[in-house]
């Protein structure tokens, strides 16, 4: 039997508001799965229309962030810092994610080299893909000690 996954709080360094994703629902060596519950109450909602797809790039990078979490916490070790570089081909076949929907979030690992990596990700409601993207991250090889030592200043 797999070990439980973890409370997405102990996977990413995200705090407060700028927490996202409610959990992670699934974790490999090659991919991850997390899941949003749309609500009036979600960060970045607009009222009579939902939260804006692009914050799905905010959702997929929570997701690449809590499935680099779960591999640490194997071995472990807390959450690294990390930082997103970039995305390609973010395609979205609608304006707003509406209230009440579950979305749910894979990433899928497709490079990782020298904490440089890429993701396929795409967002889906019902089974039905939405968005899709290619995110590009990097984690410094310390795993953001150096500037996690910062902070504590």
Do not use: W
């Not at 519950?37 to 960060?43: G, H, T």
């Not at 804006?52 to 916490?73: C, F, H, I, N, S």
């Not at 390609?88 to 440089?116: H, Q, W």
């Amino acid at each position: 039997m797999p070990a439980p996954i973890p409370p997405i709080e102990d996977l990413i360094r995200h705090r407060g508001p700028m927490l996202l994703i409610d959990g992670l629902v699934e974790a490999s060596g090659t991919h991850a799965v997390a899941e949003v519950l749309v609500s009036e109450r979600s960060r970045f909602y607009r009222a009579g229309s939902g939260v804006p797809a692009y914050v799905g790039l905010e959702y997929m990078a929570q997701t690449v962030a809590a499935y680099d979490g779960a591999l640490r916490a194997v071995s472990g070790e807390p959450p690294a810092i990390g930082f997103l570089l970039g995305t390609r081909r973010y395609a979205a076949t609608l304006n707003y994610f509406p209230a009440g929907k579950l979305l749910s979030i894979r990433v899928e690992m497709v490079f990782s080299e020298n904490g440089m990596a890429s993701f396929d990700c795409r967002i889906g409601i019902g089974g039905e893909t939405c968005v899709t993207a290619t995110l590009s991250v990097y984690r410094p090889e310390d795993g953001g000690a150096a500037m996690m030592a910062g902070e504590a200043q």
